[in-house]
Nanobody, 120 residues
Framework: QVQLVESGGGLVQAGGSLTLSCAASGRTYPMGWFRQAPGKEREFVAAINLSGGWTSYAEFVKGRFTISRDNAKNTVSLQMNSLKPEDTAVYYC????????????????WGQGTQVTVSS
């Protein structure tokens, strides 16, 4: 059983930065970050393969967010820069049994989420 624990969320002003971390137990998997704002569906943010050599981003975060991983520590991070009020959401890390996955249904394991609030 994989357990994922996110941390690093909080309140930040527009234009600011936050780094989210996800600590995983057990074996390593391709990983992704998703977010869900109130009243909206969960949406893909970024994904990374096992080696860290492949990454994918949603259009609305390209150039602002960076996903990375440290397999020695079994952690995945999401560096978020130039944050906007519309980035406000609960952010979830997730583990997939396959690479190159961007749909929530393709991820088998999920963390509990961490709140990110961006004030204008």
């Amino acid at each position: 059983q994989v357990q994922l624990v996110e941390s690093g969320g909080g309140l930040v002003q527009a234009g600011g930065s936050l780094t989210l971390s996800c600590a995983a137990s057990g074996r390593t998997y391709p990983m992704g970050w998703f977010r869900q704002a109130p009243g909206k569906e969960r949406e893909f943010v970024a994904a990374i393969n096992l080696s860290g050599g492949w990454t994918s981003y949603a259009e609305f975060v390209k150039g602002r967010f960076t996903i990375s991983r440290d397999n020695a520590k079994n952690t995945v991070s999401l560096q978020m820069n130039s944050l906007k009020p519309e980035d406000t959401a609960v952010y979830y890390c997730a583990a997939s049994q396959s690479t190159f996955r961007v749909l929530p249904g393709e991820y088998a394991y999920w963390g509990q989420g961490t709140q990110v609030t961006v004030s204008s």
